[in-house]
């Protein structure tokens, strides 16, 4: 107990200090500065880990990257990152720190999150923030690169090969825009018919009185 105490003591100075950096930072607002803290430290562990493991196993890093397996890279991480961060396939992952409010774009959505406080808010924050997600998939595949390059570069292909596919689907969607553009209107209108068949009625009138 005695040792317990003396921690407890020698710690008292250290979270008053920091309830008062919290205060002043975050203007009342409850910023959860222990969760961010927490990430990175989790982040920061995670890259130790990942470069032991590298040394352990005596792979070599690579001198240079190629500027194909950079574009691959960097195009994969964009995609994936937004794929975990606002995919409607991927909202189970987020479900437990957000909370869904509707649609944000094509295939997306937009949630917002269900803790204000702690460090369930800050991982709220980071899964439904491509930006702040791609720093952790940018590294995950830099490791990956490093252990086993060629899986890596068809996993990055993959996701390079959905984002090239969305922009088509984007260029086709404008195009089918602007040429079919008001298509629906002018299918009611229909040179002039009424759309309820009295015209045909009518011109079957005029055949009989011709042929009477």
């Known amino acids: 107990m005695a040792i317990q105490d003396e921690v407890a003591r020698i710690g008292q ?6 309830t008062e950096q919290a205060r002043g930072y975050d203007g009342g607002e409850g910023r959860p ?7 990175m430290s989790v982040y920061s562990a995670a890259v130790a880990t990942g470069a032991a493991v590298v040394r352990a196993t005596g792979r070599e890093l690579p001198s240079r990257i190629p500027l194909g397996d950079a574009v691959l890279l960097t195009v994969g991480t964009f995609r994936l990152a937004r794929r975990i961060a606002k995919d409607p396939v991927t909202s189970p992952l987020r479900a437990p720190f957000a909370r869904f409010q509707g649609a944000s774009g094509e295939a997306e959505l937009a949630e917002d999150l269900r803790v204000e406080h702690g460090w369930k808010h800050a ?6 923030c491509p930006f702040c997600l791609a720093q952790w998939v940018g590294t995950g595949f830099v490791f990956s690169y490093v252990a086993a390059p060629r899986a890596t570069r068809l996993a990055a292909l993959t996701m390079t090969m959905v984002a090239g596919s969305d922009v088509l689907q984007f260029a086709y969607d404008a195009l089918q825009s602007s040429v079919t553009g008001g298509g629906p209107e002018e299918d009611q209108g229909g040179g002039g018919s009424r759309g309820d068949g009295s ?3 009518e011109d079957t009138a005029g055949r009989h009185a011709e042929q009477a």
Not at 13 to 18: E, G, I, T
């Open 33 to 39: 500065l222990g969760g961010f803290l927490g990430a």
């Open 123 to 128: 991982v709220g924050e980071l899964v439904t």
């Open 13 to 18: 100075p250290v979270r008053r200090w920091a």
């Open 199 to 201: 015209d045909d009625d």
